[in-house]
């Protein structure tokens, strides 16, 4: 259970380092950082991959509390929706913990494929000043 | 202004779904729609959407905890560079423009879109 205490230096070092990144991208982009956590944990510390989802998850609450923090000095800040989001998410983290036992992965994973190049084509069409 | 809650709520079903499908915050989600929904700021949407994180992670890591897959030294080995990381971060992206930050995310959500469809 002591992952940290089992792993070598070069694996600790490794870790900080993508901890460092994955906190500089959701500062960034506005993101958790999860992306980045759970690969660090699975592979370099050798967490189970749920275990490496749960640990991860803790990590991305200060992480994210911090970057909001900061953005709000900067006036970025809409609290009182930020936290609606987050309290309204709990039904879809059901909906998608019950989906994803129910419906096979692949076309989660396809639906969300979809929905991002769409999104990806919209953000695109901003970048370039058509809308 | 009640379609600007319908719409709240869709954004955030569709991050809570990502979310607990596929174990992340659902950032990459909730930033794009809250500036192509409801009119967001590109610094706005970054900063709205990691205070709804910080909220989704806790319910999620609670929920994760219940079942003793939390490992506590293994998150702060990851978490306390990660803080450092995000002051550096926020800073970092008041000084680029808010169309060149529309450009990157569409090209994250390419690359997200590609490893989904691997």
Redesign the interface.
Known sequence: MDAVGAAGAAAVAGVLLAGFVAGMASGLLGVGGGVLFVPALALLLGLAPIEAVGTSLLAVVPTAAVGAARQRRYGNLRLGEGLALGVLSLAGVLLGTELAHRVPERALSSVFALLMLYVAFRLARRALGRE | MASRNAR??V???????????F???????????L??W?G??E???????????????????G???Y?G??????????????????????????R?SA??F?????????V???L??L
């Open positions: 709240l709520a954004i955030a079903t569709l991050g809570g779904v990502f979310s607990g499908v174990g992340v915050g659902g950032g990459v989600i909730i930033v794009p729609l500036i192509l409801l967001y700021g610094r706005e949407a970054t900063g709205t959407s990691l205070a709804a994180i910080a909220v989704i992670g806790a319910l999620a890591a929920a994760h905890a079942r897959a939390v490992d506590v030294p293994s998150a702060l080995l990851v978490g306390l560079p990660a803080l450092v990381g995000v002051v550096a971060g926020t800073a970092l992206q008041q680029v169309r060149a529309s450009g990157v995310f569409a090209v994250l959500l390419v997200a879109a590609g989904l469809a």
